[in-house]
């Protein structure tokens, strides 16, 4: 009965969500509920249609606040998503949709910014490195600053490593991260070099770890009840997958191709390139750390470590 009431609060979409979620998912739900039961009237989301391989179930777009919202990623400018967006406001109460925040500038979750704009009268706001990106920003915000809605404030947190300019925001008042494609519901965040650095990416996962966090709202996926397991497990994977790049390069793996080949198995076509950006992402890292050399295409061990 709790598990439902708390469904109920969270809207068609999450249904979705939690239809096509992961068993390991399924028992996070369990240290979720009470915190997405505390904020029914303060937090909802609205899930666009651009399901993917990517994209999941397609992008979570979120409503933030009492009278006077904000809304964190627009995915897409179709009238029928900002219907949906407009229709979750106002099943809040919201008077008005005062101010559009983006997580990041991938066109999954901005691609409708401007038009929700347009149509509510909202401030767009966006990080401070992507000014200008969209051509229609009212404000920008980098880490730290504070942004208000009714009822409460946002913390942000500028998070690079998926995207260069990647901010979460962190809720005060429930302890809500929203993490944008930091961390997703269930999967990993792509970092595809050049603008995505997987230095920075564990970096921002560290940051994160410094943080009281009750619930994740990802940008994709369902939510993660779970947060500081959730963050270490998102950093032991690419420690993992680290350890695997030096292991191949020691077994005589010199180029991107043939590390990807020897570490993700069995990829499917589809991911094949994702994976690759991954093994680059981590190439550079070691690069950067001074452990690996590239010559002419080839990668090589600088020293056994
Ligand atoms: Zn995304």
């Known amino acids: ?9 969270m809207g068609k979409a999450s249904l979705a969500i939690l239809a096509g979620m992961l068993p390991s998912v399924i028992s996070n739900l369990e240290g ?6 505390a904020t029914p ?3 909802r989301h609205y899930t666009a249609n651009n399901p993917g391989i990517m994209t999941l179930q397609g992008t979570n777009q979120y409503v933030v606040g009492k009278e006077n919202v904000l ?3 627009v995915a897409l400018s179709a009238n029928s998503n900002m219907d949906g ?6 099943a809040m109460g919201a008077k008005k949709i005062e101010k559009i925040l983006l997580t990041h500038i991938h066109s999954d979750h901005c691609g409708g910014a401007l038009a929700l704009r347009k149509r509510c009268g909202a401030k767009l706001g966006i990080h401070r490195s992507r000014a200008g990106y969209l051509g229609g920003e009212d404000f920008q915000y980098d880490d730290n600053d504070r942004i ?11 998070t690079p490593g998926h995207e260069s300019g990647h901010c979460c925001f962190y809720e005060f008042g429930d302890r809500v991260l929203f993490s944008g494609d930091n961390i997703l519901g269930y999967g990993t965040a792509v970092i595809r070099p050049p603008d995505g650095n997987m230095t920075d990416y564990l970096k921002s996962l560290e940051r994160l770890l410094e943080f009281n966090i009750s619930l994740i709202l990802p940008g994709h996926g369902p939510l993660v009840g779970k947060p500081e397991a959730k963050i270490k497990e998102y950093i032991e994977h690419r420690m993992m997958r680290e350890k695997q790049v030096l292991d191949a390069l020691r077994k005589g793996r010199h180029t991107i191709g043939d590390i990807t080949e020897m570490i993700y198995v069995g990829v499917s076509p589809a991911l094949q390139r994702v994976a690759e950006f991954s093994v680059q992402a981590h190439l550079e890292k070691l690069m950067r750390e001074g452990r690996v050399k590239s010559e002419s295409g080839r990668y090589l061990l600088l020293r056994d470590n």
């Open 41 to 43: 009237d303060r937090i």
């Open 71 to 73: 809304v964190i990623d």
């Open 148 to 158: 208000g809605f009714g009822g409460g404030e946002l913390q942000v947190l500028h």
């Open 85 to 90: 967006i407009i229709e979750q406001a106002e």
């Open 32 to 37: 979720a509920e009470r915190p997405a039961m």
């Open 1 to 9: 009965m709790r598990r439902r009431e708390a469904l109920a609060t």
